[in-house]
């Protein structure tokens, strides 16, 4: 870790109240009037500034960050290179509606897409501000392309809070409960999840291909189905790895039908796993790739980019939004970038891999609740559950691992459609000392629950 992405905080692990403290308490009260309950948090401790593996709240709590802002803050917060380059960028203008009169960080901001994307055909991108944005115009660039209305989903998926992702995504409760309608057209098939597949993982990517596929072929007609739209790891379901030659047969299902094929990157993207982007594991060139999370280094930014052909198939004016590609969030995205390229965040996330797992793995071998140890590069978690041999999903006994380790001042998430999974998303540039100690904490929250 360097000092260009620790923002100057010190890169300690500190309590000096409980957690959390009495300033956040009396913040939590205000919140609690003021915002809407909809909008909850996973830990009410109130920010006061954070940088490379620290985040520091307004008690002077200094929490060990395995959150990221939920994969955003990749190359730390505050990092050097995103401060300074949207600091010049707030001085120069700060909007003026791409649309309306252009300017020239959102073209470099495509054009590092088109470098840092796989395959080496013609691309575009269009930027947007949300995730969930990009997933939208996605679908309507599809539709534009190739005339065709439907899109094939994935158990345990997850797209957004929009109403068309809102559909895309599995999940019912907190996502989509008595939000709907939703949108027509969405039609959702199984994934290889590989620990829960009934014949085992070794079957699972080909069986799991070949269900997918003629589900779609029966119940949707391949003819009709504008896109595919599948995370390469999959984020909030579970960080569910689809099992080997599930993706390739999927894109080659798409490739010989007209469909396009859509990675959403948002949460596995820009080095998280080891590598820019996670399809480039088995080799999937996706004919689109949607972008946003680790991309700007905090600030609000999202990218549609594949291929100039399917990208120009909307007509002039079809895409686009007052504040999409905001020149300040691409001027944070040019910095964000150079980050990963200059202290090579790929290897950084391997590194963290190769330190998480065997930490983990003996952990599994003392704690028999952890099902599952799964994820690459710094986006790992594990599953877990009652009992190995039922594989009944723990999500009380998850939510009480996380608590521990919240009090204990580390910051760790859960997901999975059962919430029985405990993922770790660590900001890249942390140190080896820092993860060793949060996987210090994982392990004494484990032995003070079990
Ligand atoms: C977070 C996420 C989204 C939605 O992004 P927002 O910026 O929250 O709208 C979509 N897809 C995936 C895979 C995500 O992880």
Known sequence: MTDSTTAGVPQERRLVTAVPGPKSQQLLARKNAAVANGVAVTLPVFTARAGGGILEDIDGNRLIDFGSGIAVTTVGNSAEAVVRRATAQLADFTHTCFMITPYEEYVEVAEALAELTPGDHAKKSALFNSGAEAVENAVKIARAYTKRQAVVVFDHGYHGRTNLTMALTAKNMPYKNGFGPFAPEIYRVPVAYGYRWPTGPENCGPEAAAQAIDEISKQVGADNVAAIVIEPVLGEGGFIEPA???????????????????????????CRTGQWFACEDEGIVPDLITTAKGIAGGLPLAAVTGRAEIMDAAHAGGLGGTYGGNPVACAAALGAIATM??????AAAQRIEGIMKPRLAAMQEKFDVIGDIRGRGAMIAVELVKDPATKEPAPELTGAVAKACHAAGLIVLTCGTYGNVLRFLPPLVISDELLNEGLDLIEEAFAAQL
């Open 244 to 270: 080997k030659g599930f993706l390739p047969a999927l894109k080659k299902f798409a490739e010989d039908n007209g469909i396009v094929f859509v990675a959403d990157e948002i949460q596995s993207g820009f």
């Open 341 to 346: 390229k200059e202290l090579d965040l790929n």
